[in-house]
């Protein structure tokens, strides 16, 4: 049972990517062992997902939590309509990409709007980013890959504050040109609201006509689930979020917190929104996770479980 107010037959949809696995555990400073990596990907690949972000092409120097990337692929077993998603985020990370082209489906390739935040995220400016993502990303329409695009800092970003709508828009453009057929709009450190967002998926999808506009927030001032049902009123039918509440972005420290997966789909499932995902399955994944680790996390879902309508007292 769920207390929505939908018009009698009136049936909505949305598409949740797990990216726990790769977002989520990059910024864990617990290690995480490879093979409870595959078990819990595994895990969550048959809670229905559609698309799960599996792993990252990034130097293990950088991220030493990602670096068994390869391993990590080469072992799970997932259904065959689960999409295989990496993230790459240069050239060489493309090069040795490919050489494992049978493990994945789909692929990533990012820039921050920010200056700031993408020299110190991947020592480039957004210009040197751009003009490598046209090339990569004819390398990964050539080679049959859905190419997936993101845009960290959309919604403000922590070293230049506000980043104007249009210079947001006008790199997503750059992406489509280059052939990507999803966008995603990073919060990379929390700082959206949800007026804000409201306006922005309204632009972007009149901005973007044929593309796949996918919402991803992190949860780290308390807004994360606000500013997902703003983008949904607004249109956005597309969403990535992290079981457990995972991780966060590496720069700068204390970015933490993406969209727990369980909170989102409760709300969702709440408001009679199909998202094709097993809350109790997700929810039991993240309590797995949270034993790995160690320590409690903060996912809402997971301490108070779902809510069962039989039961409470209403």
Known sequence: MSRDNRTAGETRTVTIREVGPRDGFQNEPETISTADKISL?????????????????????VIPQLSDGVEVLRGID????????????????????????????????????????NKANINRTVEETMEDVKSMGGKLVSEGLKFSAVIATSFGCPYEGQIPMERVLDLAEEFAEAGATELGFGDTTGMANPAYVSRFFTAAAQRLPGVEITAHFHNTRGQGLANAYAAFEAGCRSFESSFGELGGCPVPAGSTGNIATEDLVSMFQEMGVDTGVDLKKVITAAGRVQNILGRKLTSHSLVAGPIHWASALV
Request: no cysteine.
């Open 41 to 61: 990907i595994n895990e969550l690949g048959q809670a229905g997902f559609k698309s799960i972000e599996v792993a990252s092409f990034v130097r293990p120097d």
């Open 78 to 117: 997932l259904p065959n309509n689960v999409e295989r998603m990496v993230l790459i985020p240069n050239t060489r990370g493309l090069e040795n990409a490919l050489k494992i082209r049978e493990l994945f489906d789909a692929a990533t390739l990012f820039v921050s709007s920010s200056q700031s935040h």
